[in-house]
């Protein structure tokens, strides 16, 4: 039976194995299916959106300079794009014109968003409600922080880390943020906030307690002023294309503007270019630990990875769970083991797992090093060879004999080594 495809309106006949097939096999036609089922997926799948913008947001990280790449390579491009948008900004350099809305927010068209800005490869946002205290001259000394005439000299015992509840200390970090500054020196700025009384810091709290404990006076800054909720949006904006800020310090600052600053997922979710899922996924995640184990992440004593595995468990069980790992100094794989366990047990024997928990979680066997090492590393790859070599097949052998000759004499000259060792 023939069918008319959707895409070229051409009969075809459908593969017998697909069912509802609406496309023909022509290339430009399952292109367009594709992107069609695409943009349903987009439209309808919230999380499908989130991991798409993730994916997007990690190759922009991995290929900063591509645009720059591409207009150098594209001249033409360039100056088109020049002028197209000097005529669809014909008043470049003037204030942004945002019309207010009923709830406070920007209005732009027939729907009411928060409005954006984008400026020298950042993206700031800019809300009426909240945010409405910012002008364009705070903006863009926030978008220019790059430059020189920002940069200035501040007293170490003038900044405060009021915002340093937001950030997990991590010990070994800080030892190599010392080691770093005694040998190079102070080499990128840190990020403050004018506050009353003096600056609070925003991004480079390693280097200001590095700084503490070298007993240095003075340390380069770049300062600007705005308010609290921009500092936080700032703590994940300033950290978030390297991937140096966590899932845990993510979700400290999503529940303090939700919690604290009243905004709500969406405004949340607008203001951070994030889905609402994903601040809801972020508020859950810290909510789901008690202000006990919330402390410990803070400092440092349980890892990020470990507290994903402590947010299964009910919040009264969680502080008994931690100092049971702590005791026994588990890794974060045994404590994984621990807590699945306890979670496929009934609640009444948790206190009894936990005093011999030993007997959940293996013992740990040393790893060996040196030669030691070496020769587990042989043992390993002795057995993925085997298994990779079984199942190819007599042309890939063909192709590989110079090489496995080479092998085999190479391990023939070990085998003998170490069976005549003593």
């Given amino acids: 039976m023939e069918k008319r495809c959707e895409c070229c309106k051409r009969r075809f006949i459908p593969h017998p194995a697909v069912r509802h097939q609406e496309y023909c096999s022509n290339p430009e036609c399952q292109k367009a299916r594709k992107r069609n089922w695409q943009k349903e997926k987009l439209a309808s799948d919230s999380d499908y959106r989130a991991n798409q913008a993730e994916a997007q947001r990690q190759w922009r990280s991995r290929n900063w300079d591509y645009w720059r790449q591409y207009r150098r390579r594209n001249p033409a491009y360039t100056e088109g794009n020049r002028m197209g948008q000097r005529e669809r900004n014909p008043a470049c350099g003037g204030t942004i014109g945002v019309r207010d809305c009923k709830d406070g927010r920007a209005d732009r068209g027939t729907e009411c968003y928060f409005k954006r800005l984008l400026y020298g490869g950042t993206r700031v946002v800019i809300a009426k409600r909240g945010l409405a205290r910012i002008w364009m001259k705070v903006v ?9 005439l920002c940069i200035e000299e501040i007293a170490v015992s003038e900044i405060g880390e009021r915002y340093g509840v937001f950030r997990i200390m991590s010990p070994r970090a800080d030892a190599a943020m010392v080691k770093s500054i005694q040998k190079y020196g ?20 390693k280097r200001l307690r590095a700084f503490r404990r070298l007993n240095q006076t003075t340390l ?42 009243g905004l709500t997922q969406i405004e949340i979710g ?22 006990e184990v919330q402390e410990d992440l803070r400092l440092g004593l349980i890892p990020v990875m470990m507290g994903r595995e402590l947010a299964k468990l009910p919040r009264g069980n969680q502080k008994d769970v931690v100092d049971a790992i702590l005791k026994r100094r588990y890794s974060t794989r045994e404590a994984a083991k621990l807590i699945g366990y306890l979670l496929s047990r009934p ?7 936990l005093a011999s928990s ?4 293996e013992q740990r066997q040393p790893r060996p090093r040196g030669l030691g090492a070496k020769l587990l590393s042989l043992h390993e790859i002795c057995q993925a060879v085997s298994k990779e070599f079984s199942q190819c097949s007599p042309e890939t052998r063909r192709g590989l004999s110079l090489l496995i000759e080479r092998t085999i004499g190479s391990a023939e000259e070990v085998v003998k080594t170490l069976r005549t060792a003593p």
């Fill in 220 to 261: 380069r800054a770049k300062t600007m002023e705005v308010s609290g909720r921009v500092c936080k949006v700032a703590i994940l904006q300033l950290n978030g294309s390297g991937r140096l800020i966590n899932e845990m310090e993510e979700a400290l600052v999503v529940q303090s503007l939700h919690r604290e600053d």
């Fill in 186 to 205: 102070q080499i990128s700025p840190v990020v403050c906030v004018r506050a009353e009384g003096g600056y609070q810091m925003i991004d480079g709290f």
């Fill in 347 to 353: 609640r009444w024997e948790s206190s009894a797992i």
């Fill in 358 to 361: 030993w007997e959940v979680v």
């Fill in 140 to 148: 863009i000394s926030f978008l220019r922080m790059k430059e020189q």
């Fill in 270 to 291: 607008v203001l951070l270019g994030r889905d609402k899922s994903w601040v809801s996924r972020r508020i859950s995640l810290i909510e789901r630990l008690s202000e």
